[in-house]
């Protein structure tokens, strides 16, 4: 496969102003016609037009038949003159689009799907983000089959035909470049509101499903509204058509897509209501919802000039939403989940074979690259900006970036440019973030003489190597850092922001009367691994008394994690400590409830394995069991099982603090069920059936597959046939098995890859599945390999059907280093055994080969 270099770019010879669109659409065969308005913009070559492997049936030029050849899948035009009209015309086939790239068939309806390169699929273009176009667009379809017709923009016209057809056509006054494109076809209810902007312009707001959903759009249209509120609040971004509107279809290969005016979700980030959605998937649509609506302005008003820049609008994009989302219910439990994420996606990539920079250097497929770095790391790369900034300097900040670049095709530089200038800052050596790879280490040390008042803070950074990258430059490390005092319990001084931007500091602290304990990165300012010396006393008390929530958190899971990793390597793995630490957490009546349920759950065991030179994956199963077998009995059932009741509701409600209490609830169940005692598996049993939201039962399910016994069977069967009939819950039903802790879970799972209801052309299905069970430590990491065989054979058939959702399960086996001997050789193996299947995809073909090198 041919690799891209962000080098290698160069401004685009031809501009494209407008394009006409007349699509006649028919899932077997649509036939679309283009007529594209170009205008030379430099050099003197001719016009390229990209293409997905299909053939022009006619090319005209300034309404004539011209010349033109392909090259590989590129239309090659020669264009005498400045400006012209060219013309093409191809036929498509919606249904047999597996790729679920380009147009496609979906449960009934057609729909796009155009980011990074699906636009090519459709018709010829310069398929580049760099091209910005006016878009008129005529929709043509069989009315009874596709009653609803949809594309960016407004409506100008509609009207029948007279054999039973009709059309519509849609404008689109903001030129975009064609991964914003998008239409929809379908028989589709609308779920229908308004919004009035700050300037009072009505805004008419579409939510558009299957007839039998509309009852579960309200949050989903509630979390809109909300959105469009807050980013004219907190950024002045008001919206900028007379329609928005969403629609939610059931294959797709992501969460959604931000098309101008017209997003397109999967669709289980729009439905949900208590019965069928927990509280996580109420989070996530509100946060998707968000996420779609701010890449108006970040990702579609400003947009990026080639694909190296894609964190610009995503990084960006994602801070945005994780903002809204602090501020809509609890800031310091949506900090810690964030982080979570981080830590569990970003830096194992970041440590592994395919890390990246934020800003890469080069791909053979770009969707490869809709990672966690680009988005999660580069939102933390706007996160640490804003914290040097400070909120005032930050909105100066973007302010300028959007005035500056509203309507154009930007990069990070600009970016960066922009937080300079508006901020009144220089961040010359922060740029590094955006270049090197890997996760930053610093080691921190405090020391205080008695009877001397000072305390000193010694901090040492480094940066790992990566692929490519042997040798690494400090980066500016903004670190949030303050002292308690261990006799008083108190704040020994104001919080100080030290920005580290050395390899080694000391950073003193005056006026400190007793023995200091350090906090620090505090709200997880710089997004590194903090190494420090600090006790397990020293953490239990920093749990108990820390002024940060995100650091109080932070002392509780180190204080647990190095009882697990002293246990893993035969050390002191004394659980005292932790179970006293999570005593007094749970007693202390002044802490949310949301946050007890965080502080107090177990680090996870592929977390734990992140922290050690080569993973015996029984080893670490065992410590953990070991760990929440000890903090259930230190606790004790009787204290549990109260936790338990005293967080149980009788009315089901939806906010903040309903669902940190329902949080606590199961988290409780979870140390109950530690060693599967019958009265707990009973409360179990009970909490399922008598639950009065899916949050509950689904709690109780999942705890209840990892036991053996006829309580498991016949809870998972009554699931099974209350909602067969819902996919978007029965994925639920195969991810609670694919995560089963069961010794046979490698075979439960084999088994429900043969069950009627599984398939690999959902994405969804196949995420909920294979994707699940490639997150099991334990079945995934069987000792026998027959986990990895498994996965590996699920990948090599989906990348047939779809190469995209296919390369996206590479990264588990890709972690084969980080294994003991034999689990890393059987690992390697199976990365083996994919890149000798025929036909293979470029997007498994990259992540595989980089995988092995
Ligand atoms: N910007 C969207 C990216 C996306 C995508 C990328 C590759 C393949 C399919 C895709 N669907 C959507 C999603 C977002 O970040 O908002
Ligand atoms: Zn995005």
Not at 284 to 309: K, L, M, P
Not at 651 to 665: F, I, Q, T, V
Not at 813 to 829: H, I, N, T, Y
Request: aromatic letters at 8%; a negative charge.
């Amino acid at each position: 496969p041919i690799v891209v270099r962000r080098e290698d770019y160069r401004p685009p010879e031809w501009l494209v102003p407008e394009v006409a669109l007349d699509f006649d659409l028919d899932p077997a065969l649509t036939r679309v016609k283009a007529v594209l308005a170009v205008r030379r913009n430099a050099g003197d070559g001719p016009l390229r037009l990209d293409g997905g492997g299909q053939q022009p049936l006619a090319v005209r030029v300034d309404g004539a038949k011209a010349e033109w050849r392909m090259e590989g899948d590129q239309l090659v035009i020669p264009l005498a003159g400045e400006a012209h009209s060219v013309e093409t015309e191809v036929e498509i086939a919606p249904e047999t689009n597996t790729q679920l790239m380009g147009l496609y068939a979906s449960g009934g309806l057609l729909c796009t799907q155009c980011e990074a390169e699906g636009f090519r699929r459709i018709t010829f273009f310069p398929d580049r983000p760099d091209i910005l176009v006016r878009y008129q667009v005529k929709l043509t379809a069989d009315q009874r089959q596709f009653p609803v017709l949809l594309s960016n923009g407004d409506r100008v016209g509609a009207g029948m035909m007279p054999d039973g057809r009709h059309w519509a056509e849609w404008h689109d006054p903001f030129p975009k470049p064609g991964y914003l494109f998008a239409l929809v076809a379908g028989d589709l209810a609308v779920n229908r509101d308004s919004f009035t902007t700050m300037s009072g312009r009505v805004v008419e707001l579409g939510i558009w499903v299957a007839e039998a959903d509309l009852p579960r759009t309200g949050h989903a249209m509630a979390a809109l509204k909300a959105a469009m509120a807050w980013d004219e609040r907190v950024y002045g971004r008001e919206y900028d058509l007379d329609v928005f509107n969403i629609v939610a279809v059931a294959d797709f290969n992501f969460g959604a897509m931000e098309n101008k005016g017209l997003n397109i979700f999967n669709s289980r980030y729009i439905l949900a209501d208590p019965e069928t959605a927990t509280d996580a998937d109420f989070d996530a649509i509100a946060g998707v919802v968000a996420h779609e609506y701010f890449h108006n302005w970040s990702g579609d008003r400003v947009t990026c000039r080639d694909w190296f820049q894609l964190s610009l609008k995503e990084g960006f994009t994602v801070y945005r939403d994780q903002e809204f989302s602090a501020d809509m219910g609890s800031a310091a439990v949506k900090r810690i989940e964030d982080v979570r994420v981080l830590r569990a996606a970003q830096f194992p990539e970041d440590a592994g074979p395919l890390a990246h920079p934020v800003r890469p250097e080069s791909y053979m497929e770009i969707a490869n690259f809709y990672t966690a770095t680009v988005y999660n790391k580069g939102a933390e790369l706007i996160r640490m900006m804003a914290t040097m900034l400070g909120p005032e300097r930050f909105r100066a900040a973007t302010d300028l970036y959007f005035a500056r670049h509203d309507g154009t095709a930007a990069t990070c530089e600009d970016f960066v440019v922009a937080m300079e200038e508006g901020g009144g800052i220089d961040l010359s050596r922060f740029r590094l973030w955006y270049t090197q790879a890997g996760t930053p280490r610093v080691a921190a040390s405090l020391t205080h003489a008695p009877g001397s008042g000072k305390a000193v803070l010694r901090l040492a950074q480094t940066l790992p190597p990566t692929p490519g990258q042997p040798d690494k430059q400090p980066q500016p490390l903004p670190l949030r850092v303050a002292l308690f005092g261990e006799a008083s319990g108190a704040r020994l001084c104001d919080e100080r922001l030290v920005v580290l931007d050395e390899a080694q500091a000391e950073v003193v602290f005056d006026g400190i009367g007793e023995r200091p304990l350090l906090s620090i990165n505090r709200g997880f300012s710089a997004p590194v691994i903090v190494d420090t010396d600090r006790s397990a006393a020293e953490l239990a008390f920093l749990s108990a008394h820390d002024d940060d929530p995100f650091a109080r958190y932070e002392a509780m899971q180190q204080l647990m994690l190095d009882r697990l990793v002293a246990t893993v390597s035969g050390g002191d793995g004394d659980p005292a400590p932790v179970v006293a630490a999570v005593r007094a957490t749970i007693a202390d009546p002044t802490l949310d409830p949301a946050f007890v349920g965080e502080a107090i759950v177990l680090p996870s065991e592929a977390f734990i394995g992140d922290q050690l030179a080569s993973v015996d994956p029984d080893a670490v199963a065992r410590a953990r069991d070991g760990l929440r077998q000890a903090i259930l009995d230190g606790i004790g059932h009787g204290a549990w099982r109260a936790l338990w009741a005293a967080n149980r509701d009788n009315r089901y409600e939806l906010d903040p603090r309903a669902k940190g209490r329902r949080r606590l609830k199961n988290v409780a169940l979870g140390y109950l069920l530690a060693d599967e005692a019958p009265d707990a598996v009973a409360l179990a049993a009970d909490q399922y059936r008598y639950a009065d939201n899916m949050t509950d039962r689904l709690a109780a399910l999942q705890l209840l597959a990892s036991t053996r016994g006829a309580t498991r069977d016949a809870v998972l069967a009554d699931f099974h046939d209350r909602w067969a009939d819902n996919g978007l819950v029965l994925d639920k039903w195969f991810t609670a098995q694919a995560l089963s802790t069961r010794a046979d879970v490698v075979e439960l799972v084999e088994a429900l890859a043969r069950h009627p209801a599984f398939t690999l052309a959902n994405p969804n299905r196949a995420r909920a599945l294979i994707g699940a069970f490639a997150t099991n430590q334990r079945g995934f990491h069987a000792a026998d390999g027959r986990g990895y065989r498994f996965v590996a054979d699920m990948l090599i058939a989906l990348d047939r059907l779809n190469p995209q959702t296919a390369a996206r399960l590479v990264p588990p086996l890709g972690r084969w280093r980080r294994f003991e001997p034999g689990r890393a050789a059987l690992m390697k193996a199976q990365l083996e055994h994919i890149l000798a299947a025929p036909r293979l995809s470029k997007d498994v073909y990259e992540q595989a080969s980089k995988s092995l090198g």
